[in-house]
């Protein structure tokens, strides 16, 4: 997919990313056992984004962390599970804590389903949370998002594209068609 329809600039993402910062806060009643791990690739730094603005509005700092879905996928064979190594970095006790997984676009739920996986092997969570910038539909298991920055409805024939600075040097989101 080429870059596409420009559907969201750095300030409309910027703007979303508060809004969610809110929500968070006010559902958890603040901010004390919350943490948040960002999916690897996009979801690390819309999670730094959402622990910057808790940093901000809060004046607390939250425990980060990373998700790395690969070993969980369904779409991989058990002997290639086991000899991929363990791309998560989680360097707190998640075990009775609000953990909030964060990623860039919700579609069928698979990359959800393997991510909540990925977190019950780093301890047994009070409550799981789930943010992301996009949701496109679609779903093929029965995950929702916790937290939207933006609902998407878009065709099966079209991509959506975050774009962070980190990966990308620019942030927005993006709407096109397969090519």
Avoid: W
Avoid at 80 to 96: N, Q, R
Avoid at 152 to 174: C, H, I, Q, W
């Amino acid at each position: 997919m080429k870059d596409g329809t420009r559907v969201m600039d750095g300030t409309g993402v910027s703007r979303a990313l508060a809004r969610i910062t809110h929500e968070i806060i006010e559902r958890n009643n603040g901010v004390d056992d919350i943490c948040l791990l960002g999916i690897k690739r996009r979801g690390i730094s819309l999670a730094e984004a959402l622990a910057s603005n808790i940093k901000k509005f809060e004046g607390k700092e939250v425990p980060l962390g990373t998700i790395d879905i690969t070993r969980h996928r369904d779409d991989i064979s058990k002997t290639a599970k086991e000899e991929l190594k363990d791309g998560c970095h989680i360097p707190f006790d998640i075990t009775g804590k609000t953990v909030v997984m964060v990623d860039d676009v919700l579609f069928t739920g698979r990359t959800a389903r393997a991510a909540m996986e990925a977190v019950f092997a780093y301890g047994r969570p009070r409550k799981i949370q789930f943010a992301v910038l996009v949701d496109r539909g679609h779903r093929e298991l029965p995950i929702r998002a916790d937290y939207v920055g933006k609902n998407m409805p878009t065709s099966l024939n079209e991509m959506v594209k975050v774009k962070v600075d980190a990966f990308d040097r620019e942030t927005g989101v993006y709407i096109g068609t397969k090519e």
